[in-house]
């Protein structure tokens, strides 16, 4: 049972629209392709844990606070006898260990996972015991791309391999335990306790005037979309989507990049560009929102 269910971060969605309106520099880029590349390796876990058939609870995507330092977790998994927490690697290409460090060929250092996940462990155990939990904790890293290899890869390490992923789950799966209730409180606590808002997002500084206006395309993020009709036609991927639907996606990701912008229909009509029409922007924005003040004073909330 999915407890907690993944989503993309602000952070991550915030990074996707500037790239979409701006233009990123190198770091910036870089930055936001590895934070939407580890998404998608824990979305593509995602994929496999929804299909266990064992009694257990799945939380996804948990920071948490154990003295005074912010942790982590991928994924947890909770079963009768144990609880499997995972770090989600969502590497590409050949890597190996030797001296006990970790290498990308043909000879890049990167952080060591195994690292990461101590620390992670540690901190995790420390937080369980002052919930008054002393679960064993099944600590492990998951290279979840099918496109990874690790040479040199240690035996005696909490490492599971893309060929190993699907073993791994089977053995879970096969394992005749049951959840009680306590295994439930624990749930809810570790939930209850998730912080919301990262302090480690790293966002550049951006202002309304510097991005580019248009409607981006829902299917590539491209922003060559135009306005046919009932519909807009992305010229690149050719995707169609009504034209409400996608004038109240753009309201919504100006909300948030602007959270403290009026949504007004002037300001719609300027941010999506495209649509000829501000009765057609009103009409959207009334259909959707409470209408505020008269006039030219209007707003929408």
């Known amino acids: 049972m999915h407890y907690k269910p993944r989503t993309e971060s602000s952070e991550l969605r915030i990074l996707s629209f500037l790239n979409s309106r701006t233009n990123l520099s190198e770091l910036e880029s870089q930055y936001y392709f590895n934070l939407k590349k580890g998404y998608e390796g824990e979305v593509m876990f995602d994929s496999l844990t929804e299909k266990l058939q064992c009694d ?14 912010t942790f982590q977790i991928d994924s947890i998994i909770i079963t009768g006898e144990h609880i499997h927490f995972f770090e989600i690697k969502n590497y590409e290409g050949d890597y190996y260990y030797e001296a006990g460090r970790f290498y990308k060929k043909p000879k890049s250092e990167v952080a060591d996972p195994l690292n990461q996940l101590s620390r992670t462990e540690s901190l995790f155990r420390q ?28 035996h005696n390490k909490p490492l599971i391999l893309p060929t190993q992923i699907k073993r791994y789950l089977n053995k879970l799966n096969s394992a005749p335990t049951k959840l009680n209730q306590k295994h439930k409180i624990l749930a809810y606590k570790l939930v209850s306790r998730h912080i919301k808002d990262s302090p480690y997002t790293q ?15 829902k299917k590539c993020s491209s922003d060559s979309v135009s306005v046919k009709g009932r519909v807009c036609l ?14 109240m996606r753009s309201v919504g990701e100006l909300k948030l990049l602007f959270p403290n912008k009026k949504i007004t229909t002037n300001l719609i009509f300027d941010w999506c560009k495209v649509v000829g029409s501000k009765k057609r922007i009103s009409r959207i924005l009334a259909k959707n929102f409470r209408t505020v003040g008269v006039r030219q004073w209007t707003y929408y909330e």
């Open 234 to 247: 992305c010229k690149s991927c050719e995707y169609k989507e009504r034209v409400p639907d996608a004038v």
């Open 203 to 217: 966002l550049p500084s951006y202002d309304y005037d510097q991005l580019r206006k248009g409607i981006i395309c």
């Open 56 to 69: 257990c609870i799945v939380i996804n995507d948990l920071l948490l606070k154990q003295n005074n330092t």
């Open 127 to 154: 937080f369980l015991h002052n919930l008054g939990f002393n679960s064993s904790i099944d600590a492990s890293v998951i290279f979840i791309n099918p496109e990874f290899t690790l040479f040199q890869a240690p």
